[in-house]
């Protein structure tokens, strides 16, 4: 015979499951929360300074990973 904490039926007899999914939606909500503070740092940043990267300076400088001809990340400007 089962009692109440081995029982299937118990919560309590099978916290993994519902543990780990409150844990990676916790991590999921910091991982975003932390995207969103340095999206806004960023924009702030930019704001004040006016550097920046074009889209096909970064597309240009990332077609050249993993090849012969890899190069430096390419200067902020303004």
């Known amino acids: 015979m089962q009692n109440a904490s081995t029982s299937p ?3 309590a007899a099978r916290p993994t499951g519902s543990c780990e999914a409150i844990q990676q939606y916790v991590e999921r909500e910091e991982a975003r929360e932390s995207f969103k503070q340095e999206a806004v740092a ?4 930019y704001q004040e300074t006016g550097r ?3 889209g096909q300076e970064v597309r240009t400088w990332l077609n050249t990973w993993g090849t012969n001809d890899e190069r430096a990340v390419p200067e902020c400007h303004t």
């Not at 960023?42 to 940043?45: F, G, L, R």
């Open 9 to 11: 039926d118990n919560a």
């Open 52 to 54: 920046h990267l074009t």
């Open 42 to 45: 960023s924009w702030a940043a």
